[in-house]
């Protein structure tokens, strides 16, 4: 009788997702592009101490030294992501975070696709508008959420 009656509470309990503000959003770009810099000086120097003529290959064409900074900061994204299970350290700031859409924790796989969509040219503007649903979200099925509005009971 007991185990039916803490069910029966276990089931009341529901997620209640709160996705982050087009403000926080935009904290949080701001905060992860101001850190990405070290991480792509320090990627370039690395680059330039193995192989000064790669160094000169990345740096000697426009497009390519934009493409790599594309891939650079994906990388920089998806690691973060992955390594913090949805977060950030601009989202770590702003106390929001990376789910599912139906709130489970995001894998590493999801977490590098989110990075990876970010290299679409004008993508950063696809967060404009209502709801604040950029494409990175929408592409793979994930939405930013704010912790302290957001209620999230894992599925065991």
Not at 104 to 113: C, G, H, K, L, Y
Not at 118 to 128: D, G, N, T
Not at 137 to 149: H, L, S
Request: net charge negative; aromatic share 12%; proline share 3%.
């Amino acid at each position: 009788m007991e185990t039916t009656e803490q069910e029966n509470l276990l089931s009341d309990l529901e997620s209640s997702l709160v996705r982050a503000t087009a403000g926080k959003r935009l904290a949080n770009f701001i905060i992860d592009r101001i850190l990405y810099l070290p991480f792509s000086y320090a990627c370039g120097l690395l680059i330039g101490t193995l192989s000064m003529d790669f160094a000169y290959l990345l740096n000697s064409n426009k497009f390519v030294e934009i493409l790599t900074e594309f891939l650079l900061f994906a990388i920089f994204m998806g690691l973060q992501e992955a390594l913090f299970k949805g977060r950030s350290i601009g989202k770590f700031i702003t106390q929001t975070k990376a789910v599912n859409i139906d709130g489970s924790t995001i894998s590493a796989q999801t977490a590098f696709a989110r990075g990876f969509s970010r290299i679409v040219p004008f993508e950063p503007f696809s967060a404009l508008g209502d709801g604040c649903n950029p494409w990175h979200d929408r592409w793979n099925n994930t939405m930013v959420i704010d912790i302290k509005e957001s209620t999230i009971i894992e599925q065991y």
